[in-house]
């Protein structure tokens, strides 16, 4: 399995910007699709971006525009830049690592196809 750890988290006010980053250990990081999700409070997990190997992402609706899913496979790391954050972006973030990218499927957001989760990082954006 790959370890994962987040950063970057913090809080910030509304239209504010922070980049968080996942370090990843194991030689599979450059092979797999790689995502972030987050829960805010009361609620369930979703998938925010989802990046495959080739470089191809995807992203929720609510967060187009926004928000940057990058990789880095040389240092073994993921990146989620985001810009112009809401009240409603407030959650936990975690970065995971799913399974082998495929050319002929865009990568996926699905929580059930992730294997490997982080701690995840906390992120407050206050008005």
């Known amino acids: 399995q790959v370890q994962l750890v987040e950063s970057g988290g913090g809080s910030v006010q509304s239209g504010g910007s922070l980049r968080l980053s996942c370090a990843a250990s194991?030689?599979?990081?450059?092979?797999?699709?790689m995502g972030w999700f987050r829960q805010a409070p009361g609620k369930g997990r979703e998938g925010v971006a989802c990046?495959?190997?080739?470089?191809?992402?995807t992203y929720t609706d609510s967060v187009k525009g926004r928000f940057t899913i990058s990789r880095d496979n040389a240092k073994n790391t993921l990146y989620l830049q985001m810009n112009s954050l809401k009240l409603e972006d407030t959650a936990s973030y975690y970065c995971?690592?799913?399974?082998?990218?495929?050319?002929?499927?865009?990568?996926?957001?699905?929580?059930?196809?992730?294997?490997?989760w982080g701690q995840g990082t906390q992120v407050t954006v206050s008005s």
């Open positions: 995971a690592a799913g399974s082998k990218s495929i050319l002929l499927r865009l990568p996926s957001c699905r929580e059930n196809e992730y294997t490997s």
């Open positions: 194991g030689s599979t990081f450059g092979s797999n699709d």
């Open positions: 990046i495959d190997r080739f470089g191809r992402t």
